[in-house]
């Protein structure tokens, strides 16, 4: 298998303060796993998301992703990757409540050819109606509930069809059967595409249906 993601932290700072996490960690992932991570709450679950999407580089270690070293992508390389090649699944959503749901789910093709705006039109209709939220799509986010928003993060997060997928408390506010549906899409994406899925949870039954939990302590 190819090797996606070969990561060697010494440590992860923060400016203007002596803390560190991810001391001595390592992370290896091969293309199309399923890795989950689980861990209290301040041990670096999410900045170590972070590291991984190319959205912090305060750190120090050695880190190749798609078999090229980081930190020689200059920032027009990194924001490419991110759009293209990386979905962001936030447990926040980060949705843009001046945008309609529909709005915000294409936000990523803003930045890419004609040509690829309209092959991913096909997709994006499969995707907001297997999440079942097609009549949803000219809502303002702070009109729609927490699990509407989950689901309209989660189709921004895949209209790429992206390689790597990081979801972070992806089912936080949603009910069980909205968790079923996205955690199923992911896992069929996963498979049929060769999709490598790293998602940080709480919930332990849903790390246990991924390859491998990785536990972060403090």
């Given at each position: ?5 070969d990561l060697?932290l010494k440590e992860?700072t923060?400016a ?6 991810l001391?001595?960690f390592?992370?290896t992932?091969t293309s ?6 689980v861990g209290e709450s301040?041990?670096g679950?999410s900045?170590?998301?972070?590291i991984?999407?190319l ?7 050695q880190?190749?992703?798609f078999?090229?070293?980081a ?6 390389q990194?924001?490419?990757w991110r759009?293209?090649r990386?979905?962001?699944i ?5 949705l ?6 529909e709005?915000?789910?294409k ?6 050819s ?5 092959a991913?039109?096909v ?8 999440l079942g939220?097609e009549?949803?799509?000219?809502k303002k ?7 509407e928003r ?11 069809q ?5 979801a972070d408390e992806p089912?936080a ?9 996205m955690?199923?899409l992911?896992f069929k994406?996963n498979q049929?595409?060769n999709?490598t899925?790293?998602t940080?949870t709480h919930d ?10 990785i536990?972060?302590?403090r």
């Amino acid at each position: 298998m190819k090797k996606m993601i070969d990561l060697k932290l010494k440590e992860k700072t923060f400016a203007k303060s002596s803390i560190s996490i991810l001391n001595d960690f390592t992370l290896t992932i091969t293309s199309g796993e399923k890795i989950a991570i689980v861990g209290e709450s301040g041990a670096g679950k999410s900045s170590l998301l972070n590291i991984i999407g190319l959205v912090d580089r305060h750190y120090s270690g050695q880190y190749r992703l798609f078999g090229m070293d980081a930190a020689k992508l200059n920032d027009d390389q990194r924001a490419k990757w991110r759009n293209e090649r990386i979905g962001f699944i936030l447990q926040n959503q980060a949705l843009l409540n001046s945008f309609s749901l529909e709005d915000n789910i294409k936000l990523p093709l803003l930045y890419v050819s004609k040509e690829t705006k309209k092959a991913k039109e096909v997709w994006f209709r499969q995707l907001v109606e297997t999440l079942g939220i097609e009549s949803l799509l000219k809502k303002k986010p702070f009109k729609c509930s927490g699990g509407e928003r989950a689901r309209a993060a989660l189709a921004r997060g895949l209209i790429m069809q992206p390689q790597l997928v990081l979801a972070d408390e992806p089912t936080a506010s949603l009910d069980d059967k909205n968790k079923d549906i996205m955690m199923e899409l992911l896992f069929k994406l996963n498979q049929i595409n060769n999709m490598t899925l790293i998602t940080v949870t709480h919930d332990l039954a849903i790390a246990q249906r991924h390859d491998c939990v990785i536990t972060i302590e403090r």
